[in-house]
C-alpha cells in the first residue's frame, strides 16, 4: 500500500469512527448526565449555549432537574419566556413596573414575594457553605443580579424545582399544568409545546421511558383546579381572543363547565391580567370592604358556557 492509500485508509477510518461517535452521542439518554454544548446548540444560537452551558449543567445538578423528561418540560418554558435564552429581563416592562418587580431570569420571576423567596433560598445555602449574603430585594442593582448569571439560571431551577414543585409533574408529564403554573394562563401555550416536541425530537433520547408531546386536559392536574380551568375555557374562547393555544369551541365548553363543577367561592375573581373586565361590565361584582369592583370566574363562565351552547 502506498503512502497516498495509506493517508486515504487512514482518513476513511477517522471519518467513520467520527461519524459513528456523533451518531452515538446523538442517541445517548439525557438521564443523570450533563447536556452537551452541541446539544443545546440545537435549540439556541452557539453563542447562548456556549454562554449558558456550565450555569445549566450546574442547575440541573442543584436543583435535581436531572432525567429526560425535566429537562424537556424546563427547557420547553425557559425558551419561551426567554425568546430562546436571549432575554432575562421582562421586554416591555420598566424598572418601576409590579412595584418595582418586574420578570427577570430565565424563568422571569416576577413580584416581590417571589424575588424574596428567592433571596431566602439562596442565603439558607450561603449559610451552609459560610458565603456571604446575597440581596435581590432593594436597590435596583440587587434586583439585577438575577439577570446575569449564575442567578438567572439559578432562579430559574429555583422556581421550577422548589418553589413549583414542578419535576413532580414533568416526571408526570402534565404539560398543562406546568405551563399554567409558570404563566397564569395559556400564553405561548402553542410555542411551548413545539418546542417540547423540537427538544424530545432533537435532544431528548430518552431509554427509561417514551415521552409523548399529546395532552388531554382531563388527564391534567389543572383539571382539578377552578382557575385554571376556567384559563383552559377563556384561551379557547375565540370572543375573548386571547392568544397562545388555537381556538376550540369544545375545549372553552370543557374549561367552562369544570370551573363552574368546582364551584369555586364567591370571592374569587379572575386574575387581573385576563383583561375581562371591559368585555363583562355587567357582570362587576362589588367588594365593599376592599372598596373595588372584580370578575368572579364562575360568572363568566356560566355567561359564556351559555352562549356557545346557544350557537352550537
Not at 105 to 124: C, F, K, M, W
Not at 133 to 155: D, W
Amino acid at each position: 500500500m502506498n503512502e497516498r492509500m495509506y493517508n486515504s485508509f487512514v482518513y476513511d477510518i477517522s471519518q467513520k469512527e467520527e461519524i459513528e461517535e456523533k451518531g452515538n452521542e446523538k442517541e445517548e439518554c439525557l438521564c443523570y448526565r450533563e447536556l452537551r454544548e452541541g446539544e443545546l446548540s440545537q435549540l439556541i444560537d452557539k453563542s447562548y449555549s456556549r454562554k449558558y452551558i456550565s450555569a445549566l449543567n450546574q442547575t440541573f445538578k442543584d436543583f435535581g432537574i436531572n432525567t429526560c423528561i425535566r429537562i424537556s418540560h424546563f427547557l420547553a418554558q425557559v425558551m419561551v419566556e426567554s425568546s430562546s435564552f436571549r432575554y432575562t429581563a421582562e421586554n416591555g416592562a420598566t424598572d418601576a413596573d409590579y412595584k418595582g418587580y418586574k420578570g427577570r431570569g430565565l424563568i422571569q420571576i416576577t413580584l416581590e414575594t417571589n424575588y424574596r423567596a428567592y433571596e431566602l433560598y439562596e442565603n439558607e445555602i450561603n449559610k451552609k457553605k459560610n458565603k456571604d449574603v446575597v440581596c435581590f430585594t432593594g436597590m435596583l442593582a440587587n434586583k439585577q443580579k438575577l439577570e446575569r448569571i449564575p442567578y438567572s439560571v439559578r432562579s430559574a431551577g429555583w422556581f421550577f424545582a422548589i418553589h413549583s414543585s414542578l419535576c413532580l409533574y414533568a416526571d408526570k408529564n402534565d404539560f398543562i399544568y406546568i405551563t399554567q403554573k409558570i404563566n397564569g394562563g395559556l400564553n405561548g401555550y402553542n410555542e411551548r409545546l413545539n418546542f417540547l416536541k423540537k427538544i424530545v425530537a432533537k435532544v431528548i433520547h430518552c431509554q427509561e421511558r417514551e415521552i409523548p408531546t399529546n395532552f388531554n386536559f382531563k388527564e391534567s392536574k389543572a383539571y382539578d383546579n377552578s382557575a385554571m380551568s376556567f384559563a383552559w375555557g377563556v384561551w379557547h374562547d375565540d370572543f375573548l381572543g386571547k392568544k397562545g393555544c388555537n381556538y376550540n369551541r369544545e375545549e372553552a365548553i370543557l374549561g367552562y363547565e369544570r370551573c363552574i363543577e368546582l364551584n369555586p367561592p364567591d370571592t374569587s375573581p379572575n386574575i387581573n391580567r385576563f383583561e375581562l373586565k371591559k368585555k363583562f361590565p355587567h357582570l362587576l361584582v362589588e367588594v365593599k370592604s376592599k372598596k373595588i369592583y372584580i370578575l368572579r370566574n364562575k360568572d363568566v363562565a356560566k355567561e359564556r358556557l351559555k352562549q356557545l351552547k346557544r350557537s352550537q
